[in-house]
């Protein structure tokens, strides 16, 4: 004769923090179940309304990538806008410089024209950067919006979803 194997049962004893676990999840469960949106995926009609929903989360997720991609390319407008600054302040100093150290003649009047120069276009660059600057803001809130939305869309699309589940 075959020979019978032992059975063995474990008992788990259940304490009451996993009972309330237990109860919070079924609690979960039963929420979403009589959710309100839970009608929209049941139904065909509002299930179409459930893909539009979708669709608009992808265009949300495309416009969020090319604002960032925006705000990326004035970041660094900004930053060749200020190495020009520089840069220009760099060459601009150097020649006044050297041609007050070869002057023989009073130079207090030759500064007049560079100086006026130099501060024409330092005024051109700061007004250039200010506009740049700007502008990054105003990307800034506009991206802030569009994910303050995007997250909101995507909050009904899961609560739909899960009603559905």
Not at 6 to 21: M, T, W
Not at 28 to 50: R, W, Y
Not at 64 to 91: G, N, P, T, Y
Not at 131 to 143: A, D, E, G, H, P
């Amino acid at each position: 004769m075959a020979e019978m194997k032992d059975a063995h049962i474990l008992e788990i004893p259940v304490d009451e923090e996993h009972q309330q676990k237990l109860i919070c999840a079924m609690n979960t469960i039963a929420a979403f179940q009589n959710h309100p949106l839970a009608e929209i995926s049941n139904s065909p009609g509002h299930f179409l309304l459930l893909k539009l929903w979708k669709r608009e989360e992808d265009l949300f997720g495309r416009r969020i990538a090319l604002k960032e991609s925006r705000m990326d390319s004035v970041k660094s407008e900004i930053f060749q806008l200020c190495c020009f600054f520089l840069a220009f302040h760099w060459i601009l100093l150097t020649i006044s410089f050297t041609a007050s150290v070869d002057s023989k003649e009073n130079t207090c009047e030759n500064w007049r024209v560079p100086s006026l120069v130099f501060v024409c276009t330092s005024l051109v660059f700061v007004s250039l950067v200010q506009v740049k600057i700007c502008r990054f803001w105003k990307v800034s809130r506009q991206l802030q919006r569009e994910r303050n939305d995007n997250r909101a869309l995507t909050r009904c699309i899961q609560e739909t979803e899960n009603g559905r589940g």
